[in-house]
Structures are given as structure tokens and as C-alpha cells.
């Protein structure tokens, strides 16, 4: 397996390990309250925002799963993994910024609150399946292997910009969950 392919998958599994630990601080130090309330009637709960990152993993999880699986008949990657161009653009514009951890549109209506301990279980075992499913990457031509995002069909996007995507939109949601308790140092941490 090629040196650079590895550290680019420990990279990842330490990003979405990072993003655990966020996670872990943020319910640790929010009250059952804080967890489920909403800043004002626009804006996701810290509830709401990991509960979107549950199912948004969820979702990706078994495109993920399926397109490794077919990768395991195709020759190894040669080089190191690169974002295709819709991959690049989408988790570029995930990324959070100081406007964008403190504004998303509307409420999460598709989003049943559950207690903090509870979400938090759900949102970490669901983590430590990306992370499983990136180590199961390795080696493997992730360029090649494309899937079709859960959310939109008519979007696609090579593996590899799938797991850097999903970086992305754990550390946005994470930056909106800790403004919604009134963080703004740890939202843009």
C-alpha cells in the first residue's frame, strides 16, 4: 500500500475523531435544555444539528459500503487520493465560516429530539463507522469509485470527496450547534 494513501486515511480517521471530541465537549457542557433549545425560531437546536449529522451519515454509510465493496475488484490506487471537481466545490463550501456557524435556514422538522446522552451515542457509533469504512479504504482507488449522494441523486462524486465531505459537514454543524449555545469562540474552534 502506497505511504501517502495511508496517511491520507489517518488524516481522515483523525478528522472525524476530532469532530467526536467536539461533539463529546459541546453535550458535556450543554444542559438538557440548551441541548434541544433553538437560538430563536430560525436556527437548529445543538439537538437538531447533530441529529442532521446522524442521518446524513447514516445515509452515506451504505453507498460507502457498496462502492468499497466493488472497489475490492479493481486495481489498487497508485497515487494520492484527490477530490473530484463536484467533491472539491461541495465540501469546500461546508466548510464552516463565521457566518455559516451561526445562520442556517428554517427548522429541522424531519428531526425526532432525543436525550443528549442518547444522540451523542448515536452521532459517535455512527463517526466510528465513517472511520471504519475510511480505514477499509486504504490502498483502494478511491478516484475511480464514484457514488451518488443520498440527498440528490443527480449529484455524484468519487469516494474520497465523499469522506472529506462528510468531514466537512460534521465540523459546520458542529460550529452551528456551538453557536446555538452561545459559544462563539468554541463555534469557530
Known amino acids: 500500500m502506497n505511504p501517502g494513501l495511508n496517511e491520507q486515511i489517518v488524516d481522515l480517521i483523525c478528522e472525524y475523531e476530532e469532530i467526536i471530541t467536539r461533539a463529546q ?107 471504519l469504512l475510511a480505514w477499509d479504504a486504504a490502498g483502494m482507488d478511491l478516484e475511480r469509485l464514484k457514488i451518488a449522494s443520498p440527498f440528490n441523486p443527480s449529484v455524484k462524486y468519487n469516494v474520497y470527496s465523499a469522506f472529506r465531505v462528510l468531514g466537512a459537514l460534521g465540523r459546520r454543524h458542529l460550529a452551528q450547534a456551538e453557536a446555538a449555545t452561545g459559544d462563539s469562540r468554541a463555534a469557530m474552534a
Request: glycine content about 4%.
Open 25 to 131: 465537549r459541546l453535550v458535556g457542557r450543554t444542559s438538557d435544555a440548551a441541548f434541544v433549545r433553538p437560538p430563536d425560531p430560525h436556527r437548529w437546536s445543538p439537538a437538531e444539528c447533530i441529529a442532521h449529522l446522524i442521518i446524513a451519515n447514516e445515509a452515506y454509510a451504505p453507498h460507502l459500503r457498496k462502492a468499497l465493496a466493488e472497489g475490492k475488484d479493481l486495481p489498487p490506487a497508485t497515487g494520492k487520493y484527490r477530490r473530484d471537481m463536484v467533491g472539491y466545490l461541495l465540501s469546500r463550501r461546508l466548510e464552516p465560516t463565521p457566518r455559516s456557524a451561526r445562520v442556517t435556514p428554517g427548522h429541522s422538522d424531519m428531526v425526532h429530539l432525543k436525550p443528549r446522552a442518547e444522540t451523542l451515542a448515536s452521532y459517535v457509533k455512527s463517526q466510528r463507522e465513517l472511520q
